[in-house]
Structures are given as structure tokens and as C-alpha cells.
């Protein structure tokens, strides 16, 4: 933490009810400013939030279960457009696209050594609607493949070395990666902005110290949920430096500017990861240290955040639009601009039937979550519920 506080001035700190933020000029004139809460001050009660409040709408969608090539498997990650939903499997299968009907159109690439074809995990992805292109980023790879939208292969991007990890950004006609840097002795850069017209790389940027990592137990972040902020997280899977700082990535500036971060760092036993809903609200993931990996039970409580307001406060969320079924929050909940929850329809049952068998449902929920019930088949393809966020966040409590 030493490297951080060199670069940054102390913070105040979020009290139970308000908040504190530090400014920096950073000497063009910008001030960069870096909130941070304190988990312990924080009072113990859970506040509900309606689903509603945090999005325009939501439904409740079926996809396509015709063929055998539509159905997934399920942890997957989840990227909704205004015309395309696609699927990107944590396993080595191939990414899914379908249109916003949940009709299945076809895979994009495959698995194999050949053009197009990707052998590893995919780690990221950009549906680029206005263009119609489609971005995949490897789990560990010097390549990056664009496809047209009718899946063939539209070029190679290859970057100078392996990105670990890399989570990417489009903006006026370059790439952005970040990557999580390895090994101290040999770091390669944290940052590269490329030329998709040249594919030149025009720049890099070294990485910070303490965000070099020496193995592949960590994950990075990048929710995408605003359109001009490219917010980026590294968990840093060490027990003597856990999570530190959610951070936004000036596309144009090309640096690293904090954000966002939990204090204390680490609570005993847990680790957080932290993304962005909009220019209002932080979400702070407290996880379980049992696993170190991102299973919904390991789930140890949920923070909100409300820069506007100047308030933090546990919380849950329920999906009022449904007969307010409580939401199990992960990190791929809200992504790229939209409220997202894939799940298998027996899935979705055992949560209806969870939710009807609760003191608090009243007839409304019941009639909601019944109706539901009996449109779904259990053998059908997943169901996902889809949300379009807010841009901008009311008071929730």
C-alpha cells in the first residue's frame, strides 16, 4: 500500500452515514478524486433495494433451446446489447450469440489452433453493435479476434507479448488492454492503446509496482457499465495485499487514476471486489476467504455505496418486477449498461418456490412469481433476466 500512498494524498474516510473524498490535481488541470469507505463503521443492518431503482426495466427472457448448439453452461458471463446477447463460457467452449428474441444465431469461432479458432478460456468481451463486430479477448494470449456479424473472422489483432487476464475498451477507433502484469523482475506493460485501422500500437504504460502479480490466482474486473469510463479492478489474491483499488482508466489521458476503495484492507477472513453501476453508485462485494474462488454462498455481504449522497449501507436486492425474489449479487450481475441473471429454469423454480414459501409474500408476489412458475419447462435452455441500469441513481435509503 506504501506505492499507493506515495501517488495519492490521504483520504477521509466513509462514515456510517457520509463519506470522504480526497482531490488531486494531477497537473493538467483535472482533479482526480478518490473515494473511500470504511467497512467497520458501518452500522450491521441490511437495507432492501427494488430492483426497480437501480433499472429501467426488466424481462424475463427464454433462449433459444431448439438445437443442440444453443444450449451453455452455466457459471457463463453474460453480455446483453440492444440487438445481440452474448454468451461467454468460463470452459473452453465457444462463445454463443443470440439476438435480443433469445433466438440462438450461431457460435463465433471455435476451439482449435486455426484462424479464428481460440485453444484457451476467453477472458473478455465487446459486442460493438454500432459496427457490428464482435471482440474476443484470450484468458492467456498475444491475440485478439474481431468478427463480423456473420462470424467470419475480420482480423487478428496481435499484441507484442501474452496479456494475462486482459480486459479491453473501445473508444474513438482504438483499443484500449489492461492486463495484469507478471513477475517483477521482467514486467511487461499494464496498458496498451491500439490503432484498429494500422493495428500499430500508439502506447504503453508501465505497470505500477503493486499491481505486478507473481502467479495467475488473481482476477481483474471491468464492468463497462458507463459508456466513456473504462473502470478496471485487479484482486490481488495474496493474504498480505488483498483487494485495494477500484480504478478508472483515462482512455485518453492513457493513466491510471484511483477511485474507489475499501477500508479496512483486509477485513479478517474476507476479500472484496468492487464495480461500478453508474456515476452514483459503488457495489463492494464482500467474499468469504474459505475458496478464493466465486461461488454465490462464499457471498459474505453486500455494500452500497452512493457517491451522490455521500452514504454507504449493507444491502440486498429484490427483483420487484418478479414478485421480489431476492437477487444473488455477483460481479457479472451488472455489466456493459444492463442488470443481467442467467440461470438454468429449474434454477429459477427452486427460487420461486423459495420466495412463496416466505412470511413476507404478499398476494401480489404470489400471483407474480406463480405466473412465472408455469411458463417455465424445466429441460428448456436458460432463462435470463435482463434490466437496462440507470444512469443515474435516486436516494435508495
Known amino acids: 500500500m506504501k506505492s499507493i500512498v506515495k501517488i495519492l494524498v490521504v483520504a477521509l474516510v466513509?462514515?456510517?452515514?457520509?463519506?470522504g473524498t480526497s482531490k488531486k490535481d494531477d497537473g493538467d488541470g483535472s482533479v482526480a478524486k478518490l473515494y473511500v469507505c470504511s467497512l467497520k463503521d458501518?452500522?450491521?443492518?441490511?437495507?432492501?433495494?427494488?430492483?426497480?431503482?437501480?433499472?429501467?426495466?426488466?424481462?424475463?427472457?427464454?433462449?433459444?433451446?431448439?438445437?443442440?448448439?444453443?444450449?451453455?453452461?452455466?457459471?457463463?458471463?453474460?453480455?446483453?446489447?440492444?440487438?445481440?446477447?452474448?454468451?461467454?463460457?468460463?470452459?473452453?467452449?465457444?462463445?454463443?450469440?443470440?439476438?435480443?428474441?433469445?433466438?440462438?444465431?450461431c457460435n463465433v469461432g471455435s476451439i482449435g489452433q486455426g484462424p479464428g479458432e481460440y485453444s484457451i478460456s476467453l477472458y473478455d468481451d465487446i459486442i460493438d453493435e454500432k459496427n457490428g463486430l464482435i471482440y474476443l479477448a484470450i484468458y492467456q494470449s498475444d491475440k485478439i479476434f474481431v468478427y463480423d456479424m456473420s462470424v467470419k473472422i475480420k482480423k487478428t489483432i496481435v499484441m507484442p507479448f501474452a496479456m494475462s487476464k486482459p480486459k479491453i475498451f473501445l473508444s474513438d477507433n482504438t483499443l484500449t488492454v489492461v492486463h495484469m502484469p507478471l513477475f517483477k523482475g521482467e514486467p511487461r506493460p499494464l496498458a496498451l492503446q491500439i490503432d484498429l485501422n494500422s493495428g500499430k500500437i500508439l502506447k504503453e504504460l508501465a505497470p505500477p509496482e503493486h499491481l505486478i502479480i507473481d502467479d495467475f490466482s488473481t482476477e481483474s474486473f471491468a464492468s463497462r457499465n458507463m459508456l466513456e469510463t473504462f473502470d478496471f479492478f485487479q484482486m490481488k489474491a495474496h493474504l498480505n495485499n488483498l483487494s485495494d483499488t477500484l480504478y478508472h482508466f483515462d482512455v485518453k489521458g492513457f493513466r491510471l487514476q484511483p477511485f474507489f476503495k475499501?477500508?479496512?484492507?483486509?477485513?479478517?477472513?474476507?476479500?472484496?471486489?468492487?464495480?461500478?453501476?453508474?456515476?452514483?453508485?459503488?457495489f463492494t462485494i464482500?467474499?468469504?476467504?474459505?475458496?478464493?474462488?466465486?461461488?454465490?454462498?462464499?457471498?459474505?455481504?453486500?455494500?452500497?455505496?452512493?457517491?451522490?449522497?455521500?452514504?454507504?449501507?449493507?444491502?440486498?436486492?429484490?427483483?420487484?418486477?418478479?414478485?421480489?425474489?431476492?437477487?444473488?449479487?455477483n460481479y457479472f450481475r451488472f455489466?456493459?449498461?444492463?442488470?443481467?441473471?442467467?440461470?438454468?429454469?429449474?434454477?429459477?423454480?427452486?427460487?420461486?418456490?423459495?420466495?412463496?414459501?416466505?412470511?413476507?409474500?404478499?398476494?401480489?408476489?404470489r400471483q407474480a412469481l406463480l405466473k412465472t412458475l408455469s411458463s417455465l419447462k424445466e429441460n428448456d435452455n436458460n432463462v435470463v433476466f435482463i434490466g437496462k441500469l440507470k444512469s443515474e441513481t435516486e436516494k435508495l435509503w
Open 14 to 19: 466513509f462514515s456510517v452515514y457520509g463519506c
Open 42 to 105: 458501518l452500522k450491521s443492518d441490511v437495507k432492501t433495494i427494488p430492483l426497480s431503482s437501480l433499472v429501467e426495466n426488466c424481462e424475463l427472457l427464454q433462449l433459444d433451446g431448439s438445437t443442440d448448439d444453443a444450449f451453455f453452461i452455466i457459471p457463463s458471463k453474460t453480455t446483453v446489447t440492444d440487438s445481440y446477447i452474448g454468451i461467454r463460457q468460463i470452459a473452453r467452449k465457444p462463445y454463443k450469440l443470440f439476438d435480443r428474441s433469445g433466438n440462438f444465431l
Open 262 to 282: 475499501m477500508e479496512p484492507n483486509p477485513v479478517k477472513y474476507s476479500w472484496y471486489v468492487y464495480y461500478q453501476l453508474n456515476k452514483d453508485l459503488v
Open 286 to 329: 464482500v467474499y468469504g476467504w474459505s475458496t478464493m474462488v466465486y461461488n454465490q454462498e462464499d457471498v459474505k455481504a453486500i455494500v452500497a455505496t452512493d457517491l451522490k449522497n455521500e452514504t454507504s449501507s449493507y444491502i440486498k436486492i429484490v427483483n420487484d418486477y418478479y414478485g421480489n425474489i431476492t437477487i444473488p449479487i
Open 335 to 365: 455489466r456493459n449498461g444492463y442488470f443481467i441473471w442467467n440461470l438454468q429454469p429449474e434454477e429459477l423454480m427452486e427460487e420461486i418456490e423459495k420466495r412463496l414459501a416466505e412470511e413476507d409474500c404478499t398476494e401480489n408476489d
